[in-house]
């Protein structure tokens, strides 16, 4: 019987059975070691068995697993001041994961205007490209019709435009119009950052229809593009946000945060959530941003992510029969393949290097943020090889 037999089929796996991880590593159970910029999806934050982190969860494993939020949860109080210091946020809401969060965003957004006598206004424009999650209102948000076939009638309310299209958003407008959804940087789309002109554009447009920005920073947060948040960037604030994968740097933990306004309709019995804001959870969160909110860590992502982009970007001027195009910002980069994305992904692979695939033939790079120069370079050594092979392969195979 196959390994994965007992499991649902929903996912295409690779034969790789990793039995521990340190740092930006990984360690199969036969004991061969690959370099992990894949980091569980931007999820390892910190990378595998960080100390401070095995530390926080431990302890808190011989104190308390589980409170019901019918009581109130020091750590929950904890994390959201910690929240509330750093972001725009004076509210937060806990989930298990990133849909979770984007669903209190969406009910959020819903509620505000519902509880300001608009229930009509449920309308929330999305981007052609997106992700948001595999619920059944997430999927429609994020609009792939490969997720959505077969799940029976789709959510309502979810109005797509082009990413990056100013005049689109203009016109799909209308009164019915809530909120507007993005991420600062497409994941799964294909590591697509919208650019600051339009964040700055999507946030006048908000303020001038009472709109409320919704942003999904479930992947491009918690450092990821060298800010702690991906607004920071563009120097615009959201109404709300989703947070979750790097916050909890591999322990299930996302967040919804508002402004007080926002989230002014999730009165007492809106919302609810058994896991939600976990004990344990806390105790991580609170950990990883102790990590990433000392003194000199975004710096040192930023100094990384440079060299990381500029060794891709040589690559790419040396590949350029491998290589189309490097895309991204900070820890979060993606090269485009000239052929198929699979065949470049497959020869990191056999250079023992993990990316993650990703839409319009891209190669998603997510590596730990606490990654080395010296790691960065070996990363790039690998690349280079990777490339090689391809170019060896295109070589051999007849036109
Ligand atoms: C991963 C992801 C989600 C969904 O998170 P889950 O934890 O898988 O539910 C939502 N939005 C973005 C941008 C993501 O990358």
């Known amino acids: 019987m196959a390994a994965a037999a007992p499991l649902y089929n929903t996912y295409n796996r690779t034969p790789l059975r990793f039995s521990h991880g340190e740092g930006v590593w990984l360690t199969t159970e036969s004991g061969e070691r690959y370099l992990d910029f894949a980091a569980g999806v931007a999820v390892n934050s910190l990378g595998h068995a960080h100390p401070h982190l095995v530390k926080a969860l431990t302890d808190q494993a011989g104190k308390v697993w589980h409170l019901s939020n019918l009581y109130e949860v020091p750590g929950q109080e904890a994390l959201g001041e910690r929240l509330m210091r750093v972001t725009f946020a ?13 669903e209190c965003a969406i009910k959020t957004a819903r509620r505000y205007h519902f509880a300001k006598g608009h229930p009509e206004r449920f309308h929330i424009i999305t981007f052609e490209g997106a992700f948001h999650g595999r619920t059944t209102a997430t999927i429609a948000a994020g609009g792939n019709e490969k997720y959505i076939e077969g799940f029976g ?6 109005d797509p435009v082009p990413f990056g299209d100013l005049e689109a958003v203009k016109a799909a407008i209308t009164p019915a119009t809530g909120a507007i959804l993005i991420e600062p940087v497409q994941g799964e789309g294909g590591i697509r950052p919208a650019s600051i ?6 946030r006048a447009l908000c303020d001038e229809h009472g709109l409320l920005l919704v942003l999904d920073e479930v992947q491009c947060g918690v450092g990821r593009t060298g800010k702690l948040f991906a607004y920071e ?14 916050i909890g740097g591999g322990f299930p933990l996302g967040a919804c945060l508002a402004t007080e306004e926002a989230a002014s309709g999730m009165v007492a019995g809106t919302h609810g ?3 939600g804001g976990n004990p ?5 969160g609170l950990a990883v941003l102790d990590v990433v909110l000392a003194d000199g860590f975004l710096d040192h992502v930023r100094d990384m992510a440079l060299l990381f982009a500029q060794g891709l970007a040589s690559l790419a001027d040396r590949f350029p029969d491998v290589i189309a195009e490097i895309r991204g910002q900070g820890l979060m980069l993606g090269i485009k393949a000239k052929g198929p994305s699979a065949d470049l992904l497959v020869a990191m692979r056999n250079e023992h290097l993990l990316g993650v695939p990703a839409g319009e033939n891209v190669i998603r790079l997510l590596p730990p943020l606490t990654i080395t120069a ?5 990363g790039l050594a690998r690349i280079e090889k990777a490339a090689l092979a391809v170019r060896a392969n295109a070589e051999t195979k007849p036109a």
């Open 280 to 284: 344990l959870a806390m105790a991580v």
């Open 374 to 378: 010296e790691e960065v370079r070996e």
């Open 197 to 202: 002109e339009f964040l700055k554009g999507l």
């Open 153 to 158: 009638p789709k959510a309502p309310g979810f």
């Open 273 to 275: 959530s058994t896991y």
């Open 233 to 246: 960037w563009a120097g615009i604030t959201p109404d709300i946000m989703a947070v979750a994968k790097g």
């Open 90 to 102: 004076d509210k937060v809401f806990f989930t298990n994961s990133g849909a979770e969060a984007l």
